[in-house]
């Protein structure tokens, strides 16, 4: 059996959670009194919690206002999704060799899903951008490398804490990353093109997102 996780790691998890999924959300204030008794503990545990989200670029200090949810400027969205499309290609080229074949299935189901969830009249964002995060993760989870997993887990959570792509992603370029999302995987099952085009398709795959949310807004 597992220990039970101390005050200090229950309270990170749940803050953690709530920034991530859109409880909370960028900009909001984390007051430690509040959060302390929401979660039924001594404000200590938030703040050593609070503090190790900072470290993660999830939480930002502000003068006279305390802690804040991170929000991200138009650049630091920008700089935050290359990165993704550079190690998600990286991932992806390394992952090609050792993807199984129940992975490919995994992630053909959940393109299917994607693509029903994209034709409904009232688009679920929420719903639609966890899919595309686990379509991904299913395969770049294949590469071999676990710092590479680690990292690419912590972007994805960052990106969907600042509920940027989120608002703007899905109905700008998600029709179309779908289309994306199945050529990577036919590249993949033929093993074609090689280990360069494999990486160079997949970080511009995740680069149309910057240029789909620049033509909108530019528009």
Not at 45 to 63: G, S
Not at 157 to 168: E, I, P
């Amino acid at each position: 059996m597992y220990p039970e996780p101390s005050k200090h790691e229950r309270a990170y998890r749940e803050i953690r959670a709530r920034i991530v999924d859109g409880r909370y959300e960028p900009g909001r204030r984390l007051v430690l009194s509040t959060l302390a008794r929401e979660l039924a503990i001594s404000p200590v545990p938030v703040r050593e919690a609070i503090r190790r989200l900072e470290a993660e670029n999830l939480v930002r200090f502000e003068r006279n206002v305390g802690a804040r949810v991170a929000t991200l400027q138009d650049d630091e969205w920008e700089q935050l999704v290359e990165m993704v499309a550079l190690l998600d290609g990286f991932a992806f080229a390394a992952a090609a060799p050792r993807v199984p074949p129940e992975a490919l299935a995994e992630a053909r189901t959940l393109n299917a899903s994607l693509r029903e969830a994209m034709s409904t009249v009232q688009i679920d964002h929420g719903a639609v951008m966890l899919l595309h995060r686990r379509f991904h993760r299913v395969l770049y989870r294949c590469c071999g490398n676990r710092y590479v997993i680690e990292s690419l887990d912590g972007l994805w959570d960052r990106m969907d804490a600042s509920r940027v792509l989120m608002s703007l992603y899905p109905v700008l370029h998600l029709s179309t990353a779908v289309e994306e999302h199945d050529a990577l995987l036919d590249r993949l099952e033929r093993g074609e093109g090689g280990t360069a085009a494999l990486e160079a398709c997949a970080r511009e795959h995740n680069l149309n997102a910057i240029r789909a949310i620049r033509t909108n807004v530019g528009a």
